[in-house]
């Protein structure tokens, strides 16, 4: 399976095509989304690789990549586990003082909000066909969010969109 080209079609079709990210689009068409692969099952890897990706990021801030996705299938498949991960993410960006310079956006295949039904329509904003963990610089989501009126309202719209497709479509969509 060709995870990198499953992950851009879901960008291209779901993120882009639904508007779930008003700011994916332009990154995307100018191709300045880095997409990089952790194949293993460990942990330990996936920190490793982690950290690489954050220190690309970090000395090649003059490049013309926007944002990295770390695609990682086989490592945190159950979600619970993952979103446990998700501290020590927090504590590797920490440690490496990129606090305030990169953020991390997490998306899962089986991700669930607290309090929402598992199979509820507002969990698919965060869906994606892989556990990922998305890298944006802070300095790229200023810009955008600068140009776009309402970001506190992304969310809330995203909901509701999502709600009044309904899950049979969103499924019918790829999102599984």
């Not at 989501?141 to 497709?165: C, G, M, S």
Request: hydrophobic share 35%; proline share 5%.
């Amino acid at each position: 399976m060709d995870f990198i080209e499953n992950t851009k079609s879901w960008i291209q079709t779901f993120v882009i095509g639904l508007n779930i990210c008003p700011f994916a689009g332009h990154p995307f068409r100018e191709d300045k989304i880095r997409y990089r692969l952790e194949e293993s099952e460990s942990v330990e890897k996936l920190v490793e690789t982690l950290m690489e990706e954050l220190n690309f990021l970090q000395k090649n801030e003059n490049i013309n990549i926007e944002t990295s996705i770390l695609i990682h299938p086989n490592t945190l498949t159950d979600f619970l586990d993952y979103n446990d991960f998700l501290s020590i993410a927090d504590a590797v960006l920490e440690d490496m003082d990129l606090e305030g310079e990169i953020q991390i956006a997490s998306f899962h295949p089986d991700y669930q909000f607290a309090g929402e039904k598992k199979n509820a329509p507002s969990n698919y904003v965060t869906r994606s066909p892989f556990p990922m963990l998305h890298l944006l610089r802070e300095s790229s989501v200023t810009k955008a969010t600068e140009i776009h009126p309402n970001t506190e309202q992304i969310p809330l719209d995203n909901i509701q969109k999502l709600n009044e497709l309904g899950l049979e479509k969103i499924k019918r969509m790829g999102k599984t």
